[in-house]
Structure formats: C-alpha cells, structure tokens
C-alpha cells in the first residue's frame, strides 16, 4: 500500500494565481482532512470529510475549497492564492471519526510558496 | 470543548540521558490523546495513543508516555535518548482538530 500521498511537493505560485493540491489514500479510509503547518502554530485543520459527498470546514476554512467524489481522493483547492498561504499542507486519512481512537495516517507534504 | 498544550518549544537532552517531551490536556470525559513525530520535511508518523486501561502506553522506537488523570497530563518519555530521535514532536486529542504547537527535541552527541 502506498498509503496516503500528495502532489506535487513544492509548488510556487504568484498571487492569484489558483491551483489545486492533490491527496489520494489507498486504505480505504472514511475520513481525510487537510492542515496547514506554520512555525509555532502547529497543525491547524482546514477542511475534512467523513465520507464521500461530505465536507465540512475545519479551523481555517477560508481561502480554500475541497470535494470528496470519491473514497480515494480528497483535493484541496487554493482559489486565488495570497502571501499568507505560504505553508505546508499535510493530508491525513483515518478509519473513522478523529473524535475517537482511531489513528490518522499523514502524507508527506505540500510546500507553497506564493509570491 | 478540547485542547492540548506543549508548555516547551524547545527540548535538549545529551544522548544517552532520559528523554521527557511534556503534554498537558483539556478534554471533557474521557481522553484519547495520541503523540506524532515528525522528522524533517516529512509528514507526521503515529508513536503511540492513550484509549483506556493502563496509563503507561508503550509506542514505536522505544517511546513510552503516561497518562496522568490528576495532573491532567501525557509526557512522553524515552530511558535513553538517541540522536536520531532528534525531531519535532506533537500531541494530539482525540480530535482531530485539537494538536499542541509542537516540541522541537534536539538530542546532542
């Protein structure tokens, strides 16, 4: 299994511009999220998904959209891209809610830069 | 309503010392709290988690932590530090929107 994996690795992109960050996982998995990772602030979550069809905003929603048409993947997409979504995008999937036990398997990452 | 919190930024131990990464939780009922590490630029790999029963949880690469219901807490701890272990560390509720701000751990030869 390769897991949970994102495209592409490092991305620059100029203010405006729009793009769309790709995240697939091959468990099976109900739930996916997407968080942004910033120095000193951790994992902050955006969007997430209990399943296909459903999305909801997590911590910092704005700025960003996602849709889940399939159990598979789960895209996050930057709608005209600001200086201040430079970060990294990780996209984790569980078995089921992250309210309760079950563990969340993490990509490796999205690097943005947007100047 | 739920939370973590990592009181230190920064953790230093010489290699071969006992490691202590500190979490203290703000959760109603009952906790589930996981601990992640990260190595550079990779994403977050599962150490271990905290369900139920015994409150000393054993985990991946040696790590261990405990749960404190009193001191509402879960540090996680290794008996010898190894350079290799040098990584950033985070705590985690039971949901998913609630991590601590990270623990940087540098382990020095």
């Known amino acids: 299994n390769a897991g949970v994996t994102q495209t592409p690795k490092f991305q620059v992109l100029k203010t405006g511009q729009s793009m769309t960050l790709q995240c697939a996982q091959d468990?099976?998995?109900?739930?996916m999220s997407w968080y942004r990772q910033d120095p000193g602030m951790g994992l902050r979550l955006i969007h997430y998904?209990?399943?296909?069809?459903?999305?909801d905003q997590g911590e910092v929603p704005n700025g960003y959209n996602v849709s889940r048409s399939t159990t598979e993947d789960f895209p996050l997409r930057l709608l005209s891209a600001a200086p201040s979504q430079t970060s990294v995008y990780f996209c984790?999937?569980?078995?089921?809610?992250?309210?309760?036990?079950?563990?969340?398997?993490f990509g490796p990452g999205t690097r943005l830069l947007v100047l | 309503a739920q939370s973590v919190a990592q009181p230190e930024d920064q953790v230093n131990v010489a290699e071969g010392n006992p490691l202590t990464v500190k979490c203290t939780y703000s959760?109603?009922?009952?906790?589930?709290l996981f601990w992640y590490v990260q190595y550079p630029n990779r994403g977050l790999q599962f150490l271990l988690k905290?369900?139920?029963?015994?409150?000393l949880v054993k985990g991946s690469y040696g790590f261990e932590a405990e749960f404190n219901k009193s001191q509402t807490s879960f540090h996680l701890k290794k008996p010898s530090a190894l350079v290799s272990d040098s990584a950033l560390y985070f705590c985690?509720?039971?949901?998913?929107?609630?991590f601590g701000t990270g623990t940087s751990l540098t382990v020095i030869p």
């Open positions: 905290y369900i139920t029963g015994d409150n």
């Open positions: 468990m099976n998995h109900e739930y």
């Open positions: 984790a999937s569980s078995s089921g809610l992250a309210g309760g036990a079950e563990t969340q398997y």
């Open positions: 998904s209990v399943g296909a069809g459903i999305t």
């Open positions: 985690r509720t039971g949901n998913q929107f609630y």
């Open positions: 959760v109603s009922g009952n906790p589930y």
